[in-house]
T-cell receptor, first 114, second 114 residues
């Protein structure tokens, strides 16, 4: 069974700092990995999708890396802003008896203070 | 291009009742998945439908059932509601049963069972 762990569970930083969110998974035979953002009580917004054959993806101030062999991914946020405050979820997809279901971590709750 | 829409946004039901949640997939997407997210947890996979057939199921009891219609919209039905069914229910769609292009999520339905 795929286990996904996100560290830290919560993080508070002052505006302007660069930060790294960590995600680890136990089964390296993943199909791809997706990072999402979730605002309180809302749905999920996709940030970055990394295929199993890729090492990283970038979008604006966000950069996600993938090391499949070690079962790790990081989400790097540059020059953080108060609007970045949200919960960030990591999810891995693998072909299993459940189709290509996403396995989620519990998320990292980020607070960026002005 | 419209995204994934879910209805209703909020719902209150009594223990033992039945509930139906609805989801319209993003245009061009033929696969719909449903997830349950309890407070403070990551989403948990319920099941997935591809071209009107269930092709993956998570660890949920049979009282959780679903349908996908020819226009690829979907319903999640939950019978004999229990207090622990209180959660945010998320629908996600993708352009194929494999997740190569990632998943697009709706804003969710908040179900409260009293």
């Amino acid at each position: 069974k795929q286990e996904v762990t996100q560290i830290p569970a919560a993080l508070s930083v002052p505006e302007g700092e660069n930060l790294v969110l960590n995600c680890s998974f136990t089964d390296s035979a993943i199909y791809n990995l997706q990072w999402f953002r979730q605002d309180p009580g809302k749905g999920l917004t996709s940030l970055l999708l990394i295929q199993s054959s890729q090492r990283e993806q970038t979008s604006g101030r966000l950069n996600a890396s993938l090391d499949k062999s070690s079962g790790r991914s990081t989400l790097y946020i540059a020059a953080s802003q108060p609007g970045d405050s949200a919960t960030y979820l990591c999810a891995v997809s693998l072909n299993s008896n459940s189709g290509y279901a996403l396995n989620f971590g519990k998320g990292t709750s980020l607070l960026v203070t002005p | 291009e419209t995204g994934v829409t879910q209805s209703p946004t909020h719902l209150i039901k009594t223990r033992g009742q039945q509930v139906t949640l609805r989801c319209s997939s993003q245009s061009g997407h033929n696969t719909v998945s449903w997830y349950q997210q309890a407070l403070g947890q990551g989403p948990q996979f319920i099941f997935q439908y591809y071209r009107e057939e269930e092709n993956g199921r998570g660890n949920f009891p049979p009282r959780f059932s679903g349908l996908q219609f020819p226009n690829y919209s979907s319903e999640l039905n939950v019978n004999a509601l229990e207090l622990d069914d209180s959660a945010l229910y998320l629908c996600a769609s993708s352009p194929g049963q494999a997740s190569f292009y990632g998943y697009t999520f709706g804003s969710g339905t908040r179900l409260t069972v009293v």
